[in-house]
C-alpha cells in the first residue's frame, strides 16, 4: 500500500534528486563584504601572473577549432548546438577539483570558497549554478547562460566576471536577481511535470507503457497520453513536445529508461517510510507465498504485517515490500533467501513474532 502522505514526500525527495532541480531556495541574509582576503585570496609559490581585461577573452566564432571545444565550458557556449545544450542541461554544471587558480595583477584569484553561499544563521547552501571557465579564468552563471534572453546583459549570464575583489557582492546581487530565479525555473520546470505523471501512475497501480512509445500514436500507454494531456494547457511543455517533433534535441525525457528510474526512486523512497514504521513497532511478521512465473521462475513474495504506531490512532498494516527469485524451493532454501533479505533490509530475524 502506497500511503498518500509517504507519496508527497517521495516526490518531494525525487524532485530535488533528480536530477537534479537546483532550486535555490532565495532569502535575504547578507554576507560579509570583508570576507579576509588571507582565506580566499592565498599567495601561492611559482603562480601564473594576471589575466587579461574583460574584453580580451572574447573569440571570435570564425576563429574557433570546433574540435579543440570543451562543451563544459561555458566560454563556448554561445556556440553550441541545440542538441550539445540539452546533453548539457541533462548532466548539469560540472566542477573540476583541485584547480590551481591563477593569480590577478592585484594577486586575488578565484577560490572554491564561493561555491558555497554562507548565511548569518551558519548555514551553506551549494551554488550548483556558479561555474568557472580555466581557459578564460573567469565564472557564469551555468542556468542564465545557457537560457539568458536578449535583454539579458548580466556579466554571468555573458562574458563571465573576473572581478574576485566584488565577487561576493555580485553573487548575492545576481542569485536575487529576477532573471536569475526566471532560468533557475526554467532549468527545473520540465522535469518535475514528468515526476508528477510518474507519481500519478504509480499511485493508481496503472501500466506506464503501451504497444508504441510515439508521441500522439494509438496505443502509447498513459504516460505519454498524461503528457500529451498537458501539452494542452502548459506552454512549457508545448514548446519542449514541439522541440521533440522538430528533431531539434535529443534528451527528451519521455523514454522508459526515465520512468524506470524514477519508479525506482519513488519506490526507494516508499520503501524506506515503511521500514520506518516497522523498526518503531519492533516487532512483526512474514507472510510468504510462492508462485512461477511467465518464464517459469519461481517467485517468493514477500509481506510484513505490523502494528502502526506513528500516528494517533493504532492501526495493524500489512506491506508488500518486493518478489524474491528464488532456486531452491526446499525449506531451508526459503527460509535462507528470507534471511539474507532481512538482513539487505536491516530487519532483526530475532523480532519476527509469526510466520
Known amino acids: 500500500p502506497c500511503i498518500e502522505e509517504e507519496l508527497c514526500d517521495c ?3 525525487a524532485s530535488e534528486y533528480i536530477n537534479e532541480t537546483y532550486n535555490e531556495q532565495i532569502d535575504k541574509t547578507h554576507e560579509d563584504d570583508n570576507i579576509d582576503e588571507a582565506n580566499i585570496c592565498t599567495v601561492e609559490e611559482n603562480a601564473h601572473t594576471s589575466t587579461s581585461n574583460s574584453d580580451s577573452h572574447v573569440d571570435n566564432q570564425n576563429d574557433i577549432d570546433e574540435s579543440l571545444v570543451d562543451v563544459y ?3 563556448y557556449w554561445s556556440y553550441l548546438d541545440n542538441k550539445t545544450k540539452e546533453l548539457l542541461v541533462e548532466k548539469g554544471s560540472i566542477r573540476e577539483l583541485n584547480i590551481i587558480f591563477p593569480l590577478e595583477k592585484f594577486s586575488r584569484h578565484f577560490s572554491d570558497f564561493y561555491y558555497l553561499k554562507r548565511t548569518n544563521n551558519g548555514e551553506t547552501r551549494d551554488r550548483k549554478w ?3 571557465s580555466k581557459t578564460v579564468d573567469r565564472v ?9 534572453s536578449r535583454k539579458n546583459f548580466g556579466l554571468l549570464a555573458n562574458d563571465g566576471t573576473s572581478d574576485w575583489k566584488h565577487l561576493s557582492q555580485t553573487l548575492r546581487v545576481h542569485e536575487l536577481s529576477e532573471e536569475h530565479i526566471t532560468n533557475m525555473n526554467i ?4 522535469k518535475n511535470r514528468i515526476i508528477s505523471v510518474v507519481k ?5 497501480n496503472l501500466a506506464f507503457r503501451g504497444s508504441n512509445e510515439k508521441l ?3 496505443n502509447n500507454g498513459n504516460f505519454l497520453g498524461l503528457i500529451e494531456m498537458i501539452v494542452e494547457f502548459d506552454v512549457v511543455m508545448q514548446d519542449h513536445i514541439r522541440r521533440i517533433q522538430n528533431s531539434e534535441i535529443h534528451y527528451h ?8 528510474e524514477l519508479i525506482s526512486m519513488l519506490a526507494n523512497c516508499v520503501r524506506s517510510s515503511i521500514l520506518k514504521i516497522i523498526k518503531q513497532a519492533k516487532y512483526f511478521s512474514i507472510i510468504l507465498d510462492c508462485t512461477l512465473d511467465v518464464s517459469h521462475q519461481e517467485q517468493m513474495t514477500l509481506l510484513v504485517r505490523c502494528v502502526d504506531v506513528s500516528s494517533s490512532t493504532i492501526k495493524i498494516e500489512e506491506y508488500f515490500f518486493k518478489n524474491l527469485e528464488v532456486d531452491d524451493t526446499s525449506g531451508l532454501g526459503l527460509f535462507t533467501e528470507l534471511l539474507n533479505t532481512l538482513k539487505l533490509l536491516n530487519l532483526n530475524i530475532n523480532d519476527v513474532r509469526g510466520q
Open 187 to 190: 532549468w527545473s520546470e520540465l
Open 140 to 148: 557564469y552563471c551555468f542556468c542564465c547562460t545557457l537560457f539568458k
Open 253 to 260: 525525457y519521455l523514454g522508459h529508461k526515465i520512468q524506470n
Open 216 to 218: 500522439y500514436q494509438d
Open 130 to 132: 556558479l561555474i568557472y
Open 73 to 75: 565550458d561555458p566560454k
Open 200 to 204: 500519478c501512475l504509480a499511485k493508481n
Open 11 to 13: 516526490y518531494s525527495n
